[in-house]
């Protein structure tokens, strides 16, 4: 009975019926739970595929806090029923590191999306016969993914340095709780904010004073020439 609702959850998704898929997956999960002898404390593989299709028809349905939840206690499962632990590798938890990866990029978390379609990638060689000369559909966007994001993740880094230097080297990971860490980090938004206010008036003034010297005059900001 917990196949057949998980099959037609994975008819449902297919064809696009997100909500119907959540609903059969979601009865197929709890049924699972049901007739395990641990209950909700089960750890099998059909339950981490389970949450881990739930995770995905969250994150089509644009629920990604709920999305990474799945995952991330679908990703614990597999390495929990896996004789190797978290050193496992497999097909399945490079593709839900994958997943991982994609609904941290939605958030906007690049640094950790990057991480994860790092470990994804380096897990999808590692499962293949050919090893990193393998050529796969998903090695492959795992690859673009990651040369379009890792720029990013740089420059991101270093406008993080800069802040940090400008605000005496103190950094968010320095606060002690939850709250002083929110207020910190809402000090270093500001901080990346006027830091980014200062380069945009800098290239400004720049762009203003070539213009004005290649004009022979003496414009400012903002002033029309005579």
Same mark, same amino acid.
């Given at each position: 009975?917990?196949?057949?609702?998980?099959?037609?959850?994975?008819?449902?998704?297919?064809?696009?019926?997100?909500?119907?898929?959540?609903?059969?997956?979601?009865?197929?999960?709890?049924?699972?739970?049901?007739?395990?002898?641990?209950?909700?404390?089960a750890q099998t593989?059909?339950?981490?595929?389970?949450?881990?299709?739930?995770?995905?028809?969250?994150?089509?349905?644009?629920?990604?806090?709920?999305?990474?939840?799945?995952?991330?206690?679908?990703? @614990?499962? @597999?390495?929990?029923?896996?004789? @190797?632990?978290?050193?496992?590798?497999?097909?399945?938890?490079?593709?839900?590191?994958?997943?991982?990866?994609?609904?941290?990029?939605?958030?906007?978390?690049?640094?950790? =999306?990057?991480?994860?379609?790092?470990?994804?990638?380096?897990?999808?060689? =590692?499962?293949?016969?050919?090893?990193?000369?393998?050529?796969?559909?998903?090695?492959?966007?795992?690859?673009?993914?990651?040369?379009?994001?890792?720029?990013?993740?740089?420059q991101w880094l270093?406008? @993080?340095?800069?802040? =940090?230097?400008?605000?005496g080297g103190k950094?968010?990971?320095?606060?002690?709780? *939850?709250?002083?860490?929110?207020?910190?980090?809402?000090? =270093?938004?500001?901080?990346?904010?006027?830091?980014?206010?200062?380069?945009?008036?800098?290239?400004?003034?720049?762009? *203003?004073?070539?213009?004005?010297?290649?004009?022979?005059?003496?414009?400012?900001?903002?002033?029309?020439?005579?």
């Amino acid at each position: 009975m917990t196949d057949t609702l998980h099959n037609i959850g994975g008819v449902y998704s297919d064809l696009g019926r997100n909500q119907e898929a959540l609903e059969k997956y979601e009865a197929s999960l709890q049924m699972e739970y049901a007739v395990h002898p641990q209950g909700e404390k089960a750890q099998t593989g059909s339950i981490a595929t389970t949450l881990h299709n739930i995770g995905k028809v969250y994150r089509v349905l644009g629920r990604n806090q709920e999305a990474l939840e799945k995952y991330e206690a679908s990703l @614990q499962m @597999q390495y929990a029923v896996h004789p @190797q632990g978290e050193k496992a590798q497999t097909g399945s938890i490079a593709t839900t590191l994958h997943n991982i990866g994609k609904v941290y990029r939605v958030l906007g978390r690049n640094q950790e =999306a990057l991480e994860k379609y790092e470990a994804s990638l380096q897990m999808q060689y =590692a499962v293949h016969p050919q090893g990193e000369k393998a050529q796969t559909s998903e090695i492959t966007v795992l690859k673009q993914a990651i040369s379009l994001l890792q720029p990013k993740v740089d420059q991101w880094l270093k406008l @993080q340095a800069r802040v =940090a230097k400008k605000r005496g080297g103190k950094t968010v990971s320095e606060t002690k709780t *939850a709250d002083e860490e929110a207020k910190d980090q809402s000090k =270093a938004d500001a901080a990346m904010a006027d830091l980014l206010g200062d380069l945009n008036l800098q290239e400004q003034t720049r762009k *203003a004073a070539k213009k004005a010297h290649n004009r022979g005059g003496n414009n400012t900001i903002g002033e029309k020439p005579n």
